[in-house]
């Protein structure tokens, strides 16, 4: 029975009051999170329009379609305007796939049951960092899974990036020019650990002696030659008005050496569309952005599911697109119910090419699903759009532990000015015999120290 | 019992290392590249014989006119003289090796083959020997290599990599980095150069990463905390390796035979030791380092003449056709070297048994006093700036004579430390993520070749430090940060090239004035990449604040993700009074292009 009550214009209706009264909780019907942990499941949060995309386009779409040119009009809402016209001008296709409503398919297990637990315990200290209630730096899990703020949504997710202890993402980059042909290649990995908000590897919930330190994180290149050897690493302090330390290794210095780490507008290596400004929508200390405003909210397509390509031997991603078939990556969206838009203004950073960003949060997890940076005209500059996945296709799994991985597994970073694209996938493997790992002890050793960056420069 | 032990070990060790090769995961990279350089200008390299300046040129022999009332010249072959227009016409070839052994072990080797064919193209070069050296294995002046005239083959990276926890060795060929100083070597002191490869003039931004000389070696790294870190290594000591006579970038005079088998043997079998302790302390980085080596620079001296055409047991062998030629010659030469051209006749001749050879009389009808050497004892002569140049000119007036020097590696213990900090201030203001950092050594009773070329080398402490400024700053929002260094290096006793300050302020002729004040280089660099980093615009200058200066400005095009192209250009500039190191380096303006393909 389809109870009209709660349509469409509902759903939004609630989205506005709920914007307007600062509420950001997710769920229509209810607060999303109560509900999941009475049912397992966000979907009573949510009316059967926003549940499913046959149901929200009145069957004209359905889970396994395809959104092209020919039909993307039948989901221009829920798409942001840079892939609109992707999708309708440069050939970009979406393939439909069901929506998810198991939060532990949408987020690490872990991170969700350490959200659970320590729900309500988080607040601000009069500097704006998280800090517990007694005021102890963050303990794991979401701080704000029912935010009342713009800065706690970006706050909650600049705490915990990946939402694991620790990883080591393996990564191929393409780097392609403005006729979409694949101009550069790069392969590297990219650590993270952190240091407080620890819920899967002991020491919990502190690494003893860094609990001013919010996380470890280096990025290390394995290809092509001239780069191979470049390794840099982040040291993050917990107060975000701070900037992380650097350090560096770079192949013509042959040792390590401290850089300065306020430029984070431009790119690491060449062709790329990539700054560390950039990583997960939040690669800056949160405090040195500010002005955050929820700008939207409502259902969106993004890629949550089914993005892992366990039939390929390494994991890699087929493409699509562009002359050469290479400019996107083939992705699944499904229907999410609701995100919230918010924009943020980078105001530590005066000379910074970018004026403000819009980001989309799945207002269930806080997950960023697309990011449009603006430029000092306040023009579109530069797209992101992510996609994420449990590592379980139901014929293979990497385990977490318990549970499969879950993590992100292509993203785009498309400058709309030059038309250049940089693709981006997590990989299994990349030269030199480094594997994807999750919650490893051994993270910190192999990457994310100063001997580690010497050992892995060349 | 601890032969067999030993052996038993390294036969498990070997075993052990094998079977994790064969299971291991190997990548191969590596890139092929041309390198050319054109010179910019019509000067030449005043240390070979084809770029001398006196080539064809008519001096007063003023012998001839002192003693015997005589008007007459000398001339150094004309023939000699050569104007190549080329500095250097290479290609290079490396193949990186690396395997991934286990969680534990990897393993690392870099070939590395690099041939220059400007004897092809430039008569100039024909023959000449660019590479190979009378020391080291397969004459490659290193460990790991061969070398011939026109080309050389190394492995400067064939090593193991263990790590544990805290723990880090690496085992084998390989360089040692120190330091927080870029291009000026206060820390960096492990390794010495190989300077055969373009001399140092390649990219200034990309240091000495091919130059240093790699060496068999243990290094070992402890963390001892999260912030502390402990190092220390033993290494093979190898000297730094000098351009081959007469090839283009060649920095010993060609009128002198430089016997560096002798003093290489003596020490080739020393071992260098080096420890090194780091720590972040709050906002500061501090690093202590202490080592004990030969220094591979080395120092140099008259050596007695060998083989065909020694004269007696002087330091000279005459008549080779490509010595030293007039006085006038010999001042110049010794001017441009930083070499005391008066001193160095008196070592000559009060160190050897030159008085057989007549050399007192000589000394005395020229209007010198004393004494030659003798067999058994130091001769006594003294000589002025006339004197001097009669009995050099009454030398050559019986012919070329071409000097022999031998070249010696003593041991030393070096001291240092280094400080870094990042300042903050308003964002984006100049203060504002400034990097500074500071570094001392200092090398008690270091041996520094004398100007006279003596046998008894300068002993003096020498103390270098050097302020480092580095700044990403952004001038623009639409472009990238631009990197700026600015940097200030002081030496208590040694020029920028590491010779005494007793043979500065060198004029022909006369006897370096010398300073005792030390000597100060200044350098400053930009880079400024393109918003997609494509495109890097760099400029380097160096200047000793004497009047020699040295500017690379230049380009790097990454064209896509497997070619590159470098145009840069070296542009020296001197006061040319005897004081600066840009002087006799105006043959080295020149342009360079490097094209490159990365597989």
């Not at chain 2, 005589?70 to 290609?91: C, H, I, Y």
């Not at chain 2, 011939?148 to 400067?156: A, F, G, S, T, V």
């Not at chain 2, 502390?228 to 970038?249: D, H, K, W």
């Not at chain 2, 993520?433 to 270091?446: C, D, V, Y």
Request: with cysteine; charged share 20%.
């Amino acid at each position: 029975m389809h109870i009209r009550k709660f349509c469409r214009d509902y759903s939004r209706r609630v989205f506005l009051e709920n914007t307007a009264k600062n509420v950001l909780r997710a769920g229509v019907l209810g607060g999303a999170w109560s509900i999941f942990l009475r049912t397992g499941s966000t979907r009573g949060a949510y009316p059967d329009e926003l549940a499913s995309i046959d149901m929200y386009t009145r069957g004209r779409l359905k889970p396994g379609d395809k959104i092209s040119k020919d039909n993307v009009h039948l989901v221009q809402d829920l798409l942001d305007p840079v892939r609109a016209k992707q999708i309708a001008e440069m050939g970009r296709v979406l393939v439909l796939a069901p929506s998810t409503s198991d939060l532990s398919r949408l987020n690490p297990a872990s991170y969700i049951e350490a959200t659970l637990r320590n729900r309500g315990e988080a607040r601000f200290d009069q500097k704006g960092n998280v800090v517990t209630s007694d005021g102890r730096p963050w303990v794991g899990g979401n701080p704000f899974p029912e935010p009342r703020s713009a800065m706690e949504v970006f706050a909650a997710h600049t705490l915990s990036w990946g939402r694991h202890d620790s990883c080591l993402y393996a990564s191929k980059e393409y780097g392609l020019d403005e006729e979409g042909r694949v101009q550069y290649q790069y392969a590297s990995g990219w650590a993270e650990m952190a240091s407080i908000g620890r819920i899967s590897v002991p020491p919990m919930p502190y690494l003893p002696g860094r609990e001013e330190k919010l996380r470890y994180q280096s990025v290390f290149f394995v290809e092509p030659g001239d780069v191979k050897g470049t390794a840099y690493l982040n040291i993050w302090p917990y107060d975000q008005t701070q900037f992380p330390e650097l350090f560096g290794y770079l192949p013509t210095f042959k040792r390590v050496r401290r850089f300065p780490t306020n430029q984070r507008f431009e790119p690491l290596n060449p062709g790329s569309e990539l700054y560390l400004s950039d990583a997960w929508a939040a690669g800056d200390p949160f405090l040195t952005w500010g002005d955050y405003q929820i700008v939207q909210r409502g259902p969106f397509l993004a890629g949550l599911s089914g993005g892992w390509n366990s039939r390929h031997s390494n994991w890699e991603h087929t493409t699509h697109g562009g002359p050469h078939g290479t400019l996107f990556w083939d992705t699944a969206v499904e229907l999410v119910p609701e995100a919230i838009v918010i924009e943020a203004r980078p105001i530590g950073y005066p000379r910074a090419p970018v004026s403000k960003k819009r980001v989309w949060f799945d207002a269930r997890t806080l997950v960023p699903l697309a990011m449009v940076s603006y430029d000092r005209r306040g023009q579109p500059f530069r797209f992101f759009d992510g996609a994420y996945s449990a590592y379980d296709d139901g014929s293979q799994r990497v385990p977490d532990g318990k549970e499969p991985y879950w993590s992100w597994t292509t993203f785009h970073a498309f400058n709309i000015q030059t038309g250049r694209m940089t693709r981006v996938e997590q990989v299994k493997s990349i030269a030199g015999g480094h594997r994807m790992l999750v919650n490893d002890p051994a993270i910190y050793e192999r990457y994310l120290t100063l001997e580690a960056l010497q050992r892995l420069g060349s | 019992m601890a032969t067999i032990r030993l052996g038993h070990f390294v036969t498990c060790a070997m075993a052990a290392v094998s079977t994790a090769a064969a299971a291991a995961e190997w990548t191969v990279s590596g890139l092929i590249r041309e390198e050319i350089a054109v010179k910019m200008t019509g000067d030449q390299n005043e240390n070979n014989w084809g770029g001398n300046a006196f080539n064809g040129v008519a001096v007063p022999n003023t012998f001839a006119k002192r003693v015997l009332g005589v008007d007459s010249t000398l001339t150094r072959p004309g023939s000699q003289k050569e104007k190549p227009d080329l500095n250097m016409f290479a290609t290079r070839a490396e193949l990186n090796l690396d395997g991934k052994l286990n969680e534990n072990w990897a393993a690392h080797f870099k070939l590395r083959a690099f041939t220059d064919q400007l004897g092809r193209v430039e008569s100039a070069y024909r023959d000449k020997n660019f590479f190979e050296q009378s020391y080291g294995a397969s004459r490659s002046g290193g460990v790991l290599g061969v070398a011939r005239k026109d080309w050389m083959l190394d492995l400067p990276i064939a090593y193991l990599d263990y790590s544990n926890g805290p723990v880090w060795l690496r085992m084998g060929n390989q360089q040692i980095a120190w330091g927080e100083a870029l291009f000026f070597r206060v820390a960096d002191m492990a390794n010495g150069l190989d300077l055969r490869r373009h001399s140092t003039l390649d990219v200034a931004a990309e240091e000495f990463s091919d130059k240093r000389v790699s060496a068999p070696a243990l290094r070992a790294m402890w963390r001892a905390t999260d912030s502390v870190q402990l190092e220390g290594f033993a290494q093979l000591f190898r000297p730094t390796v000098l351009p081959g006579e007469n090839s283009p970038y060649n920095i010993i005079p060609a009128q002198f035979v430089v016997d560096q088998k002798s003093g290489y043997d003596d020490v080739k079998d020393k071992v260098n030791f080096g420890l090194r302790m780091q720590g972040q302390f709050d906002d500061v980085g501090v690093q202590l380092f202490a080592l004990r080596r030969n220094n591979p620079d080395g120092v140099i001296r008259w050596a007695k003449a060998q083989g065909a055409g020694a004269v007696g047991d002087s330091a000279f062998a005459g008549n080779s056709g490509v010595g030293v030629y007039s006085a006038q010659e010999w001042f110049r030469t010794a001017s441009l070297t930083r070499l005391d051209g008066l001193g160095a006749l008196e070592t000559a001749l009060n160190e050897f048994n030159t008085a057989p050879l007549g050399a007192t009389g000589l000394a005395n009808v020229c209007g010198a006093s004393g004494s030659a050497g003798t067999a058994t004892q130091a001769g006594n002569i003294r000589v002025d700036s006339a004197s001097a140049a009669c009995i050099l000119d009454g030398f050559f007036s019986g012919g070329d004579l071409r000097g022999w020097l031998v070249r010696e590696y003593p041991r030393e213990n070096v001291f240092g430390f280094g400080l870094n900090t990042v300042f903050n201030g308003e964002p984006d203001s100049f203060l504002d993520q400034l990097i500074a950092r500071f570094e001392l050594s200092h090398t008690p009773n270091k041996k520094f070749t004398s100007p006279t070329l003596s046998r008894d080398y300068i002993e003096k402490d020498e103390t270098t430090f050097a302020f480092i400024f580095e700044k990403y700053h952004k001038f623009s929002q639409t472009l990238p940060a631009t990197y700026m260094v600015f940097q200030w290096m002081h030496k208590s006793e040694s020029d920028l090239f590491g010779r005494s300050l007793e043979g500065t302020r060198n004029k022909p002729g006369g006897a370096p004035k010398g300073d005792d004040r030390g000597s100060n280089n200044v350098a400053f660099v930009l880079q400024q990449p393109t918003p997609s980093l494509e495109w890097r615009f760099d400029l380097a200058a160096l200047t000793d604040l004497k009047g020699g200066w040295f500017v690379q400005p230049g380009v790097k095009w990454k064209l896509n993700k497997s070619a590159q192209l470098d145009v840069y250009a070296n542009y020296f500039r001197s006061s040319n009074d005897g004081g600066d190191f840009a002087e006799g380096l105006d043959y080295a303006r020149e342009v360079f292009v490097r094209g490159t393909w990365y597989f």
